[in-house]
């Protein structure tokens, strides 16, 4: 039997079909929300996995320390791909999902982002060119830091929090995937010797710009996007709306990026790329929670502004959903830190296995901070004390790093990083409970 009725979560047309007393909706929801998922899998599965696979092969045949150059150089382009992105993939997000129905208004949407990227992306230029040629350590290999800024552009291009608020992650899985296995096969094609340390960077960010292209040709022809010329107030209005998620995410890049930088200037490139390798072992790992959290946060956006008590359910489901599997996660990670170091990359790099040990349990406090951050704090509309809270943790791990670095090395920049996600994660916690948040099933949600 099916009836029709209206109901305070009403579809885009204002009316429920109800099933056998349960409604078609909360399926096709379920649907939408494993599909998005599948389709970030499939994205993590070429976004981690592939350069996993081909690490291996660059370290053996590029040596460690030019390795350490080629991460040193990423380092620093992410920061300006930091500020060309502007906490888009929050701020921007979080208003499509709001106004996705009108189509005047995901265009104006859509254009003013875009012209707001390319601004900030063209201003990191004109910072860049002076770092280059103003600052002695940037000079001896300044072509490097340029070959890198290729793939600010494509990340500038890359219409990520688009799709991510039009709930189409699929897009964004077959775009990025062609883009990164067409650069892994140029690798092992282009790249035979140390000398071909630029190639290979070179290769890598032209696969970032081909990738910013593609998904900016399929958003506007998929998703008619009328055409729209941005005022200097649309711009400033998506400025002022990002701002707080921006300054979370430069926050964030004081203790994740920031530390490949540090441990480049303080300790060499050779520890640069022993830490680097540990790090993006680690980081892997922690990806693997990436796609579940991608495909509900436009989901609790929208949920939060309907029923905060159903979002607090959802977001308790949410936290064994992605705790349990990125706690396993570390523990592989401490316990097979030797095997899994040399049979990836031999006897050369064996100092890895200390620094892949010191951060080994940061896939499980990453995925708990990520459910009380983004999933929680944000989606609550917290996004002051989250911007305020997740600046001085960057505070904290510059305070930590630097003695650390000087002293250790890559394992120092490891434990400043452990100490610091640690701190984060117990914030978070700390402001949810005096703002009268409970996510753990014992507590009552809201009070």
């Known amino acids: 039997m099916c009836i029709y009725r209206k109901t305070k979560y009403q579809s885009s047309t204002g009316w429920t079909l109800i099933v056998n007393g349960n409604s078609m909706i909360k399926n096709q929801t379920r649907r939408k929300l494993l599909g998005n998922v ?5 994205l993590l599965g070429l976004n981690y996995l592939i350069p996993l696979a081909i690490l291996p092969y660059l370290i053996r045949v590029l040596g460690v320390e030019h390795y350490g150059l080629i991460a040193f150089a990423q380092a620093l382009a ?46 990191g230029m004109v910072l860049l060119t002076a770092m280059v040629y103003g600052i002695p350590r940037f000079q001896s290999e300044k072509h490097i830091y340029f070959i890198a800024y290729i793939a600010v552009i494509g990340n500038a291009l890359f219409p990520a929090w688009f799709f991510q608020g039009m709930e189409k992650m699929k897009f964004i ?41 593609s998904g900016l040709y399929v958003a506007i022809a998929n998703f008619n996007i009328l055409p729209y010329r941005p005022s200097i107030q649309d711009v400033a209005s998506v400025l002022r709306d990002g701002w707080h998620l921006f300054v979370s995410t430069a926050s964030i890049s004081l203790y994740t990026n920031t530390n490949v930088l540090l441990v480049g200037l303080l300790a060499g490139n050779v520890e640069a790329g022993y830490f680097s390798v540990a790090e993006k072992l680690v980081r892997a790992m922690s990806g693997l929670i990436s796609p579940v959290s991608q495909a509900i946060f436009p989901h609790l956006s929208a949920l939060v502004s309907t029923s905060k008590e159903l979002a607090i ?49 940061l896939p499980f406090v990453i995925a708990i901070s990520n459910v009380l951050g983004i999933q929680t704090m944000v989606t609550f509309g917290m996004d002051k004390q989250f911007s305020r809270l997740l600046l001085a943790s960057g505070m904290l791990n510059l305070l930590l790093a630097i003695p ?16 610091t996600e640690i701190f984060v994660t117990a914030s978070m916690w700390f402001v949810l409970h005096r703002n009268r948040i409970y996510i753990m099933p014992w507590k009552g949600g809201l009070a």
Request: hydrophobic share 60%; aromatic share 10%; with cysteine.
């Open 313 to 361: 359910r959802f977001i308790r489901k949410s936290l064994l959903l992605i705790g349990l599997p990125s706690l396993l996660a570390s523990t592989v990670l401490l316990i097979c830190a030797r095997p899994i170091t040399h049979l990836a990359f031999g006897h050369t790099v064996m100092p890895v296995i200390v620094v892949i040990r010191w951060i080994s349990m």
């Open 173 to 213: 899985s077959v775009i990025s995937g062609v883009s990164r296995l067409a650069a892994a096969a140029s690798l092992f094609i282009f790249v035979h010797a140390r000398a071909d340390f630029a190639v290979a960077l070179l290769i890598l960010s032209l696969g970032t710009l081909l990738s910013g292209i």
């Open 78 to 123: 992410q920061y300006f791909t930091i500020v060309a992105n502007y906490g888009f993939d929050f701020s921007a997000t979080k208003r499509l999902t709001l106004i996705r129905s009108d189509r005047t208004r995901v265009s104006s949407l859509f254009w003013t982002v875009l012209l707001t990227k390319v601004l900030l992306m063209f201003s």
């Open 404 to 419: 650390l670095v000087h002293a250790f090395g890559a394992k120092g920049a490891s434990m400043s990083l452990l100490a």
């Open 38 to 42: 599948v389709s970030l899998y499939a």
